[in-house]
């Protein structure tokens, strides 16, 4: 969800919330210690902030940072060793978008 502050302006800055999926898959690592690894799968809230910039027309460039509060439970080795973690990632972006 984003609120844009002043959306049919030029310069339209914004700020947002919402909900991050993230889906691990297991590895498995060479290691003599470790042999198996994974993450569980979890749902955690996004914040982000930005601004769209009308280029010209119906083309606009586009930036934005959003902060990822997500936790996980690690299992190393079968479940041998069990941690909870937060990865909590900044996100930067940038792109060029086209409106219809």
Same mark, same amino acid.
């Given at each position: 969800m984003?609120?844009?502050f002043r959306p049919h302006a030029r310069f339209s800055p914004y700020v947002?919330?919402?909900l991050t999926v993230a889906f691990f898959r %297991?590895?498995?690592?060479?290691g003599p210690t470790v042999d198996k690894?994974?993450?569980s799968n979890n749902?955690?809230?996004a914040i982000q902030a930005g601004? %769209?910039?009308?280029?010209?027309?119906?083309?606009?460039?586009?930036f934005d940072v959003k902060q990822v509060f997500l936790n996980t439970t690690a299992r190393i080795n079968g479940g041998g060793i069990?941690?909870?973690t937060a990865l909590d990632p900044t996100i930067v972006g940038a792109g060029i978008g086209y409106r219809f």
């Amino acid at each position: 969800m984003q609120y844009h502050f002043r959306p049919h302006a030029r310069f339209s800055p914004y700020v947002g919330a919402g909900l991050t999926v993230a889906f691990f898959r %297991d590895s498995n690592p060479t290691g003599p210690t470790v042999d198996k690894f994974g993450l569980s799968n979890n749902v955690g809230a996004a914040i982000q902030a930005g601004f %769209d910039y009308n280029i010209t027309g119906h083309w606009f460039a586009n930036f934005d940072v959003k902060q990822v509060f997500l936790n996980t439970t690690a299992r190393i080795n079968g479940g041998g060793i069990v941690a909870r973690t937060a990865l909590d990632p900044t996100i930067v972006g940038a792109g060029i978008g086209y409106r219809f």
